[in-house]
């Protein structure tokens, strides 16, 4: 009976091909789009994987002891880091976080997506696969596609190019300042403008409000705050509070529990034993 067996890397590589092939068809059916992406994040994950095997083949397992289930791709990451010590960058982090948010969305809920969207995001991605080829695996994907898929690849990366620079071109006919655009938490591109209350991303439209954490004063998505009922001797109020701040106020709070209002009386230091 024939058998198929396929390594880590090639595996990685037969679904990168369906990727661009999906994509390739998506040009008449936009439902191809999800199934482009899962593709390629699935290629991702297997690559990286393929590093960890190259360190050591136990690595791909969540479990070391049991090898069952092999690692997720944020697990991955982590040991990258911290086993093979790896410095992966803050750019290819957001890359990592991007693909497991999508797949999740595609998996598991509903999806709305227009092109613009879809295409940056396919460009990140496929950018970070390519990266993570040539500096980790000594590999090219030039050389692993044929001309026609790398044509593809080459002509979604260009498209997002020019939407970008369409962006561009708003942001000089509204006087943005430069300050005043962050990634976009939907494309991530460097195309979310907040000047003026706008909160709209130039590339893909996307809109969310942004609000001030009361404590550290900084501007934040208001989905990275959340309301978080602080209490003081006065009583409690409602505040709205970074992620950050709000583990700090929770450390503060189990550590003022803990020891109620007696805190530790430490005596003060004195050279003098008398």
Not at 172 to 195: G, H, L
Not at 237 to 252: A, G, H, Q, S
Not at 256 to 271: A, V
Request: net charge negative.
């Amino acid at each position: 009976m024939p058998e198929l067996k396929l390594s880590l890397l090639h595996n990685s590589h037969s679904f990168l091909k369906e990727a661009l092939e999906r994509a390739l068809e998506a040009e008449n059916d936009i439902q191809q789009w999800k199934f482009a992406i899962l593709s390629l994040v699935q290629a991702i994950e297997l690559s990286v994987k393929e590093k960890l095997r190259r360190e050591h083949w136990v690595l791909i397992y969540r479990n070391v002891d049991s090898q069952d289930h092999t690692v997720s791709l944020e697990q991955s990451i982590k040991r990258l880091e911290q086993i093979c010590k790896i410095d992966v960058s803050s750019k290819d982090i957001d890359a990592i976080k991007i693909a497991s948010r999508w797949r999740n969305a595609i998996v598991h809920f509903e999806i709305e997506f227009n092109i613009e969207t879809v295409k940056s995001i396919f460009v990140k991605l496929f950018s970070f696969l390519d990266y993570f080829h040539r500096k980790h695996l000594q590999e090219n994907l030039m050389n692993i596609l044929d001309t026609a898929l790398w044509d593809e690849a080459m002509s979604i990366k260009e498209y997002a190019r020019e939407i970008y620079e369409r962006a561009q071109v708003r942001f000089q006919e509204d006087k943005i300042e430069a300050e005043f655009v962050w990634n976009c938490p939907n494309c991530d591109m460097p195309s979310f403008v907040i000047q003026d209350d706008i909160n709209t991303c130039y590339v893909c439209g996307y809109e969310d409000d942004v609000i001030q954490c009361e404590s550290c004063q900084e501007f934040f998505l208001i989905s990275d705050t959340e309301a978080v009922e602080q209490y003081d001797y006065e009583g409690s109020e409602i505040r709205n509070l970074c992620f950050k701040c709000k583990e700090d106020y929770l450390e503060e709070l189990d550590y003022s529990s803990y020891y109620g209002d007696d805190y530790p009386d430490y005596p003060e230091y004195s050279e003098d034993p008398d």
